[in-house]
């Protein structure tokens, strides 16, 4: 199991990674997001690659999001909530102990 927390722009992002072979399944929580906006979720890679996991809509308070990466956890960098149409809003990178999370 491995997990990510960050947060930029007072939007606090956590994140569950639980992974076996090709696949992680990914289970956010983001706090703040704007009511009314659309987010998108991405997963970053080691090797630079980008992948769109999904939409996740902003309601002011807590959101809970869950999806999955088509790529080993081993690969996963960071994941990132973007803003659909603008920057991204709140990244965290990907460590094994959720106590040296960034």
Do not use: F, I
Request: no cysteine; aromatic share 4%; net charge negative.
């Amino acid at each position: 199991m491995t997990a990510a927390s960050g947060d930029a722009a007072q939007v606090d992002l956590r994140a569950v990674l639980r992974g076996g072979g090709d696949s992680v399944r990914v289970e956010l929580t983001v706090v703040g997001l704007a009511p009314g906006t659309t987010y998108q979720v991405y997963v970053g890679t080691v090797h630079g690659d980008l992948e769109l996991l999904g939409e996740l809509p902003g309601d002011g308070g807590s959101t809970d999001w869950s999806g999955a990466a088509t790529v080993p956890v081993d690969d996963l960098a960071y994941l990132s909530v973007w803003e659909v149409g603008g920057s991204v809003v709140a990244a965290a990178n990907v460590v094994e102990d959720p106590e040296k999370a960034v």
